[in-house]
């Protein structure tokens, strides 16, 4: 089936070959023209290029079509960052593409500007969710078995694997969910700066924004990441004797995603250090919400075990993970508070705008939570260790868990939410 | 990034002569006495591990929007069936029903060329979208028809049109070319 990977060919629609100025590219002196080059003859009538300048105004001139070249006459000189906006229709087939790119005169290019007025409401929200909770769910949950499961199962000299099959599916479950999501998640960033209708938003031509932009460029990293924690996976799933280091490798690749994950978010454009503390605030809430995930799903799973043995590994896993937790814990604050700081430009933003309001909600969301491991820690395990059963621990589990899943989606909308200016 | 079409006519024929290869190793495994066995090699669910990764990156490389939502999907058919077929055949995972991956597999792919054909039926190599997802999907159907009636043959007849996928692969850049 490597047939399959064969690329579609490139001759169905009017695509974009060449322009000058190219995509990305700086220039000394504002241009005279922008001439764009496509694959095939394109209909002069239907023609339509807009070149939006660092203003918002619209400098192009009239195009001229002369086959598959179309040149636009400009009047730019401004400093800044321009976004070119086509809509070609192929002459051979009639299809419409549609694409955007940017170039910048003595400044470095911006992304394209989104066309305004046009989103998919809701969707990039919950596709951040959903991306967030593949990180969790392959890279928290497996890097929970590498640090604390795995040291405590020996510990105790227990050799089986017996939670293997459910952490591999969760993860799997995971990657893929992130998979997709990270595709979807591309797709809806991309339409607002392409602009157009929903149904020629199939002809776009994307390449400009997938090279062009982080939106791409991080959806094109973690794509392939994810298609590599899916093959490990796999390789685990098929591998018994060779298992605990295939999903070790695993759970820390879905924990390296999340730099992908912060290379398109809002710190990434803050600085070197915005960029490095979104990716440490990421990947702690991964570990310790992926934690809690792991905990839950090995109450469950330990239920055949004697009870000595049960409560023996809960106990020394719970043990584990405090210390984790905790390291996981510090991080996440640390790094979320630069970034609080960072991003909002006065306290009282925390209360009259979107983004403070969110970030106050994420914030008491992690308190509570916070509040719930702490109570863990101070009375469920020595209750435990005193000879309570594990599963007493279940519901207090259960909600904590539900409380850092609206954490996460809190930190998905926030993700999605311009900071205050 | 757009591949050149020298790129793509090469990539066509290597992977219609890989594809021949791998579907003569799955289909024509004979016992020692001439009895025809189940495979057990390796080679096509790997190959369809490595070819959903490759139309992964189809996805990521696409030109226009449609071509990443049908190569994404070709992409999920591809890596579903190799894993199952990989569990199988390494013993980790045995279930009745796996016996239809395969079958499956090739028809739902075949489907989707026909989908794709449907989507863009004037682009550049409909034909051979078409050519090659009639018979695709008919050598995924033969095939699950002889594994719906537990029919043993010594050369199934679904060999016959996913050779002619393949010849039409290998064909394509010879077309070109001419």
Redesign the interface.
């Known amino acids: 089936?490597?047939?399959?990977?064969?690329?579609?060919?490139?001759?169905?629609?009017a695509?974009l070959?060449t322009s000058t100025p190219g995509w990305g590219s700086v220039l000394a002196a504002g241009p005279q023209v922008v001439t764009l080059k496509y694959?095939e003859d394109v209909v002069p009538r239907y023609a339509r290029v807009a070149v939006v300048a660092p203003g918002g105004e619209d400098v192009a001139g009239p195009p001229r079509v002369i086959g598959s070249v179309v040149e636009v006459p400009l009047q730019a000189g401004r400093t800044g960052s321009y976004t070119v906006r086509w809509r070609m229709v192929a002459s051979?087939?009639?299809?419409v593409?549609e694409g955007a790119f940017s170039f910048g005169v003595r400044a470095r290019p911006l992304p394209p500007a989104p066309a305004s007025g046009v989103s998919v409401p809701a969707a990039p929200e919950l596709l951040a969710w959903l991306q967030f909770l593949g990180v969790v769910l392959a890279g928290g949950a497996l890097t929970f078995r590498a640090l604390v499961l795995a040291p405590a199962a020996r510990a105790l000299g227990d050799r089986s694997d017996r939670e293997a099959a459910a952490a591999i599916w969760v993860a799997v479950v995971g990657a893929a969910v992130a998979l997709?999501a990270g595709?979807f998640g591309f797709?809806v960033g991309a339409y607002p700066i392409v602009g157009g209708g929903l149904v020629n938003?199939?002809?776009?031509?994307?390449?400009p924004i997938?090279?062009g932009t982080h939106l791409g460029q991080a959806?094109?990293l973690t794509?392939?990441a994810w298609?590599g924690v899916?093959?490990l996976l796999?390789g685990a799933?098929?591998?018994?004797r060779r298992r605990e280091p295939i999903l070790a490798a695993a759970g820390i690749l879905s924990l390296g995603i999340a730099f992908g994950i912060s290379w398109a978010s809002h710190p990434a454009s803050r600085g070197a250090l915005a960029l490095i503390a979104d990716y440490v605030h990421l990947a702690a809430g991964a570990l310790w919400v992926g934690g809690v995930v792991a905990l839950a799903i090995l109450i469950g799973v330990a239920r055949p075990l004697s009870r000595p043995d049960r409560e023996g590994l809960v106990i020394a896993c719970l043990l584990r993970f405090s210390k984790v937790a905790v390291a996981a814990v510090a991080a996440l604050a640390i790094a979320g508070t630069y970034l609080a700081l960072r991003e909002l430009p006065a306290p009282s933003a925390l209360l009259t705008s979107r983004y403070g309001v969110t970030l106050l909600l994420k914030s008491v969301a992690f308190v509570a939570a916070l509040a719930l491991g702490g109570y863990h820690r101070r009375f469920a395990v020595p209750r435990i260790a005193a000879g309570a059963p594990a599963a007493t621990i279940r519901r207090t589990l259960a909600v904590e868990l539900s409380v850092l899943l609206v954490a996460l989606a809190l930190a998905a909308i926030l993700s999605q939410t311009p900071p205050p200016t | 990034m757009i591949l050149p079409q020298i790129q793509i006519a090469r990539a066509h024929w290597i992977l219609g002569a890989l594809f021949l290869a791998i579907i003569l190793d799955e289909y024509l495994p004979l016992g020692r006495d001439g009895v025809p066995v189940r495979s057990r090699s390796m080679v096509a669910p790997w190959a369809l591990i490595i070819g959903a990764v490759g139309i992964w990156a189809t996805v990521v490389f696409a030109d226009v929007v449609h071509d990443m939502l049908v190569h994404f999907l070709w992409g999920d058919i591809l890596f579903a069936a190799g894993a199952l077929e990989l569990g199988r055949r390494r013993g980790v995972y045995e279930r009745p029903w796996l016996d239809y991956v395969l079958p499956l597999a090739f028809l739902s792919c075949g489907v989707l060329f026909l989908v794709h054909v449907l989507i863009d039926p004037s682009g550049q190599g409909a034909h051979w979208h078409l050519a090659m997802g009639i018979l695709l999907g008919l050598g995924g159907l033969v095939d699950l028809i002889r594994v719906r009636r537990h029919r043993v043959s010594l050369v199934p007849l679904a060999l016959l049109p996913l050779a002619g996928f393949a010849l039409a692969l290998i064909a394509i850049p010879v077309a070109a070319a001419s």
């Open positions: 089936m490597l047939l399959l990977a064969v690329p579609a060919s490139a001759g169905a629609h695509v070959e694959d051979d087939d009639g299809h593409t997709h595709l797709l938003i199939i002809n776009t031509q994307i390449i997938r090279v959806w094109t794509t392939f298609l899916l093959a796999v799933w098929v591998t018994p």
